[in-house]
């Protein structure tokens, strides 16, 4: 009886260590939506070493027509002169889509369920890794859904805003920071 009991309290130990730290969002005067002039969510950053190593950029068309998938791509350059490995959680990469007055519109990782797939990466001066996502012009689903039938509803053409994130660490799983990318604006003509 005590070893089962050891064990279940182990195995709840340890799925405590292994969540993710939250970030907070908050709106600040620097933060303004291009779009709308209102302002947006900023991620709080820690700003220690691993952003000072990385050079964390997002690239996708600036327009799209309707109905179109908008291929996002985020890449992760070592910009230092040295090797690195970093250690990744989960799901290292996320991007977000907002609409003009600066609200979620989608996120990648909504509604994802994913394994415990820790690992790590090691990158020489000047390698990158690419992260790949398609929006494809719908809203997070409200409830989400593990069945996969819930789509989200179409967005409408207009301005939006997008950017990325990658969460890592330098020395264990359980410091990692997350390097926000800048809000690019994407168009979605009729």
Excluded at 96 to 119: I, M, P, Q, Y
Aim: hydrophobic share 45%; net charge negative.
């Amino acid at each position: 009886m005590y070893l089962l009991f050891g064990t279940k309290l182990l195995i709840v130990a340890v799925a405590v260590l292994l969540l993710p730290a939250c970030t907070q969002v908050e709106a600040t005067a620097e933060t303004i939506n291009p779009v709308s002039e209102t302002p947006l969510p900023r991620v709080s950053e820690n700003h220690s070493q691993l952003s000072n190593l990385l050079n964390v950029q997002l690239e996708m068309p600036s327009e799209v027509g309707s109905l179109e998938a908008v291929p996002i791509k985020l890449t992760v350059k070592n910009a230092s002169s040295d090797l690195i490995t970093v250690w990744l959680g989960v799901a290292p990469q996320d991007f977000v889509v907002a609409g003009g007055d600066g609200a979620e519109v989608w996120r990648w990782s909504h509604g994802k369920v994913f394994t415990a797939n820790l690992g790590s990466i090691t990158l020489r001066t000047g390698e990158m890794k690419e992260y790949l996502a398609y929006w494809p012009q719908r809203t997070n689903c409200m409830p989400v859904t593990y069945a996969g039938t819930c789509l989200g509803d179409l967005v409408t053409p207009g301005r939006y805003l997008v950017r990325g994130s990658f969460r890592a660490a330098l020395t264990s799983r359980f410091d990692a920071e997350t390097i926000t990318t800048d809000w690019q604006e994407l168009v979605i003509a009729d």
